[in-house]
Nanobody, 124 residues
Framework: QVQLVESGGGWVQTGRSLRLSCVAS????????MGWYRQAPGKQREKVAD???????NYSDSALGRFTISRDNAKDTVSLQMNSLKPEDTAVYYC??????????????????WGQGTQVTVSS
């Protein structure tokens, strides 16, 4: 099992920055992807950014150019630097660790771990 603890959320004004961090504890073997999702009130959870163990990064359109994701494999941490924040970035942000394992039979197993979420509020 893996436990994820996020930190860094809070309240900021439009245009300011926040940095979210997520640290994992437990067995992180076979963790392939680390990422951040968010869920605004009344909306579905959406991916903000993720990064594979090989360093391949994906950003949502809304995050591209403003947010930067990074990971430290040795410390089992993933961070999200958020700049130029907008009111529409207001949401609960969740850390996600995605596991991947290929069995000897060639079957691919996938699973997810989630943090408890951290609130980000951007005021206009």
């Amino acid at each position: 099992q893996v436990q994820l603890v996020e930190s860094g959320g809070g309240w900021v004004q439009t245009g300011r920055s926040l940095r979210l961090s997520c640290v994992a504890s437990g067995n992180t073997v076979n963790i392939n992807t680390m990422g951040w999702y968010r869920q605004a009130p009344g909306k579905q959870r959406e991916k903000v950014a993720d990064i594979t163990i090989g360093g391949i990064i994906n950003y949502s359109d809304s995050a591209l150019g403003r947010f930067t994701i990074s990971r430290d494999n040795a410390k089992d941490t993933v961070s999200l630097q958020m700049n130029s924040l907008k009111p529409e970035d207001t949401a609960v942000y969740y850390c996600n660790f995605g596991g991947r394992l290929e069995t000897p039979e060639g079957k691919i197993l996938l699973w997810d771990y989630w943090g408890q979420g951290t609130q980000v509020t951007v005021s206009s």
